[in-house]
């Protein structure tokens, strides 16, 4: 067995990710690899904690790809890292989960009861639970999962409530009765994440309201006439003159026979419709803030299971909202208070959950008084404690801030943390961590029977306090001295007003410190064609089966499987077939977490394509095919004493290595991981790959090349990647870990992992402005006579013969001392110098700077049949070229197309252009050697 083979062993000469993945996490995992190192300073992430009923979609994959990436960089730099990692209780999600599980059983919850249905979902936890953690493991994240946490654990539920309790107790929290998201389906309050508005198609009633004092009437126009029962005024713009008149006069209130105000008030757009709205403070955001600023009445005519209630008129009591519209419309048109009904689109706010149209419902709830909260979040990313990162993102956060309403933090569930609240008989609360507490703070004997507070807190709630309270808050635990403030929040701008700015506030509130000094907001994840990721569009990705591949039966039962409409399985069957017809290929982790690092700009929408999976898939081979080259040669390196000589092509790779990491560092220190993989990827395809590899063959294949020099060869191949795989470590762990315990074999060392080895620095590496010189010479000398090659279609293995003019003293320098480069990579026969003042024979011509490269034509090709061959071409790029600028010209076309479609066209003609122009310079030297 040879030394190279040696090296080389069980290297298979495919690169194959399955064969490698699972083995390798393990291993980190048995190392305790993923722990913090305790020593060197403390860089700390907190996990956006995925909900526990959840699967890893790719916005997940996406960010975790990011934060695994920041991880492992500093880890390399000697950081003493955490990465905190975690679920979310998602009380509505995993509520819903159970109770289908019921459902199917033929059972409910209400039969069940509160506390074995919340054993229940326990249960299901502990058996289901887990699944996302599975799926990170997959995804290489090198989280310390000894400190995994849950937010129900006892622990975090504790700080729940002790952070409750002592807001309740400075007046912070306090309970009252205010306009929420009401899910009429689920029977709860809904925070403004959680609805989903989408277009839908409706009508706008144009209603006639007749004036109380005298003749005529006023126009409203509504989407929502069930609703018109509870108005309690119309409202105009103060300065339509149309109803200036008006304002101050009274209206009569149709079907109730109440008379209601005309007020004024700059919330309405005298624009739309008649310029009149109809005020329903108790059903109508925009109407409630109207209604407070004017002192109205609100009269809540819905309940909790969305009928109208006994404060409508006898006929309409108990009807479901659909038909007391119906209903009400019909009534209105026979009394001639019908104008018109329009088509109209609008935004229907839907429950993400239930799918349920959602009702702006009075109800009595907990809130949260945020305004002292916020001020002191405002001035910490005013006054630099936290970054935002891009910083446009600061001032979206001031704007929401600033303009900040109280947060409602009760829901109407079972499962979650119960709010720690008593009643007596006489509607008395009492808050407390516990009821003996309650009882002791308020000297309540036991003879008086208290009742806790039914309802539990938003999930939100418990979110706000992740960065503290999985460090061991409110106990001085050596977490929270150590890791917190954690170092950076990595999350996507769609929850910086409902996580982001919440954990600022509470960690400001309860530890003195921001939760994090940075906040690095990353763009959403979109599919091919820029639209958002969804079920219901059938456009949703697996990370997992990108990474593993799923055929294509499977891969359509999968995103039609529990469809909420399923007329529209046909069109994403089709979708499915047309963009998958072969399903997905296995691509491996590691191509994966490259897509997504480079796909890691400041954009907020970020495309997802396959076609930028499958060539990181080509890099990762690439990069498995140079280090099987590389590790088969370097076992012929005895590793001893022996005189070393790095030529020029040895110190240029180096030099450009350490250009790659200051390109590195840079895109680490500023989030841009896009700028990261960008560079790797360059250096380890462009430099590495296709130029240095290449060109150590023609030293460690030449006999004519000394010890010295193949040595150097070697040593370099071996050290430039063993540095590469650390640089690329965080980015494509699995790949970089498996060639890097074989470079380490190759050098004699075994053991240890790359994930604790030193990151490189560009201060390892000499830069060498006069190898860069050099070497550039030498490849743009390759490159000219390729591209004669290329248009004169010589075949690749036909040696031909080059002639060089007007060269200078430093180009005959750079000529011998890299006659064996040249002559391997540009498939030449040994350059001759042209005699001065002798005329050179008809050839192609490659320009150096002012050397002139010749490439004689004579003998090399037929002159008939190339030119025959020029003119075919000539003529259907001419074709193309004519068709492509008649599209271009014309303006519906333009008008209408996709831009993307159009920019295609433009580019293609340009490259056309190109063509055509290199097409008649070939043809005119082919014209010259037939005129000889």
Not at 384 to 406: A, C, H, L, Q, T
Not at 452 to 473: I, R
Not at 637 to 645: I, K, N, Q, T
């Amino acid at each position: 067995m040879t030394a190279g083979s040696r090296y080389n062993r069980g290297m298979d000469k495919a690169y194959s990710p399955a064969a490698i993945e699972a083995r390798l996490y393990d291993r980190w995992e048995s190392l305790g690899a993923f722990k913090p190192s305790e020593a060197g300073p403390a860089y700390s992430i907190v996990i956006p904690p995925p909900n526990v009923t959840g699967t890893l979609h790719m916005g997940h994959a996406f960010q975790d790809t990011i934060m695994d990436a920041l991880i492992r960089h500093r880890r390399m730099l000697g950081f003493d890292t955490l990465w905190q990692p975690g679920t979310d209780h998602a009380g509505i999600a995993t509520q819903m989960v159970v109770e289908r599980q019921l459902n199917a059983a033929g059972l409910n919850r209400r039969e069940l009861g509160r506390e074995a249905f919340v054993e229940r979902v326990w249960q299901w936890k502990e058996q289901s639970g887990g699944i996302i953690s599975n799926q990170m493991r997959r995804l290489g994240a090198s989280v310390d999962w000894s400190r995994e946490r849950f937010t129900m654990d006892p622990q975090l539920s504790q700080a729940v409530t002790e952070v409750f309790v002592r807001l309740h107790r400075e007046g912070l929290i306090y309970r009252g009765k205010r306009l929420v998201n009401w899910d009429p389906v689920l029977k709860t309050a809904l925070s403004d994440l959680e609805v989903a508005s989408e277009p839908e198609q409706g009508s706008l009633w144009h209603l006639r309201y007749p004036l109380v004092d005298g003749p005529g009437h006023l126009v409203v126009a509504t989407t929502r006439p069930e609703t018109m029962l509870g108005d309690t005024a119309v409202a105009v713009h103060p300065d339509d003159e149309r109803y200036s008149a008006l304002i101050g006069r009274r209206v009569r209130l149709p079907l109730a026979d109440r008379e209601i105000p005309i007020i004024a008030d700059t919330y309405v757009d005298p624009e739309f419709g008649s310029g009149c709205v109809k005020i329903t403070p108790a059903h109508d955001f925009n109407d409630y803030e109207v209604g407070q600023r004017h002192g109205l009445p609100m009269i809540n005519v819905m309940t909790l299971d969305a009928r109208l209630t006994d404060e409508v008129p006898a006929p309409y009591r108990g009807l479901e909202r659909e038909a007391a519209r119906v209903r009400i419309v019909a009534d209105l048109d026979a009394l001639g208070l019908v104008e018109r009904v329009e088509p109209h689109q609008l935004m229907v706010p839907r429950g993400d959950r239930s799918h349920a149209v959602l009702e702006p419902l009075l109800t009595d709830q907990w809130f949260v008084k945020i305004a002292p909260l916020a001020a002191p979040a405002v001035r910490a990313v005013e006054d630099g404690r936290i970054r935002f990162v891009p910083e446009n993102w600061s001032g979206v956060y001031f704007e929401w801030m600033r303009n900040i309403k109280d947060w409602c933090i009760s829901r109407q569930l079972w499962w979650g943390h119960r709010i720690p609240a008593w009643y007596d008989a006489d509607g008395g609360v009492y808050v407390g961590r516990t009821e003996a507490e309650a009882r002791a703070a308020h000297a309540i004997g036991p003879e008086v029977v208290l009742r806790q507070d039914e309802d539990v807190l938003d999930t939100w709630f418990s979110s706000a306090l992740w960065p503290f309270s999985t460090q061991g808050w409110p106990q001085s635990t050596r977490e929270m001295a150590v890791y917190y403030p954690t170092s950076v929040l990595v999350t996507g701008f769609d929850i910086i007003f409902f996580w982001v700015a919440r954990m600022i506030m509470m960690g400001l509130k309860f530890t003195g410190e921001v939760p994090f000094r940075e906040v690095y907001v990353h763009g959403l994840i979109r599919d091919h064609d820029g639209q958002k990721m969804s079920k219901s569009k059938g456009n949703v990705l697996d990370p997992l089966d990108i990474v593993d591949g799923i055929g294509l039966d499977a891969l359509i039962a999968k995103r039609t499987a529990g469809l909420m409409q399923p007329q529209m399985r046909p069109a994403i069957e089709r979708a499915t077939r047309k963009q998958f017809p072969d399903g997905i290929a296995a691509f491996g982790t590691d191509a994966l977490r490259l897509s997504f690092a480079s796909l890691a700009t400041q954009s907020r929408d970020l495309r997802f394509d396959m076609a930028r999976v499958e060539g990181y898939r080509n890099f990762c081979n690439k990069l498995w095919n140079a280090a099987r080259y590389v590790l088969q040669n370097a076992g012929e390196d005895d590793g001893g004493d022996g005189a070393v000589e790095y030529g020029v092509a040895d110190r240029w790779i180096r030099s450009r290595l350490a250009a790659t990491l200051e390109r590195v560092e840079a895109g680490f220190a500023d989030y841009r991981l896009d700028l990261v993989a960008t560079a790797l990827y360059e250096f380890t395809w462009h430099h590495y790959c296709d130029w240095y590899v290449e060109l150590t063959k023609a030293v460690l294949q030449s006999a004519d090349a000394g010890a010295a020099q193949k040595r150097g060869a070697r040593r370099t191949l071996v050290g430039v990647l063993e540095t590469l795989l650390r640089a690329l470590h965080p980015l494509a762990p699995f790949i970089s870990e498996e060639i890097w315990q074989r470079t380490r074999s190759s050098a004699g060392a075994s053991g240890g992992t790359i994930m604790l080895a030193r990151y490189p620095k560009a201060s390892d590496l000499d830069s060498d402005p006069e190898a860069e010189r050099e070497f550039e010479w030498v490849r743009q000398f390759v490159l000219g006579v390729r591209q004669i090659r290329g248009e004169m279609d010589i075949a690749p293995a036909r040696k031909i013969s080059v002639l060089l003019q007007n060269a200078g003293p430093q180009d005959l320098i750079y000529l011998d001392r890299n006659r064996r480069f040249l002559e391997r990579l540009a498939g030449i026969e040994p350059p001759r110098v042209a005699e001065a003042g002798r005329p050179a024979p008809i050839s192609a011509v490659a320009l150096l700077g002012v050397l002139e490269i010749l490439v004689p034509m004579s003998g090399l090709i037929d002159p008939a049949a190339e030119e025959e061959r020029i003119g075919k071409r000539r003529r259907k790029a001419e074709a193309d070229l004519e068709k492509l600028q008649a599209k271009s010209a014309n303006a519906e076309f333009i008008r209408n197309a996709p831009a993307e479609v159009v920019a295609k066209d433009q580019a293609r003609i340009q490259e056309l252009r190109t063509e055509l122009a290199q097409l008649a310079r070939q043809d005119a030297r082919v014209r010259a050697l037939l005129a000889q």
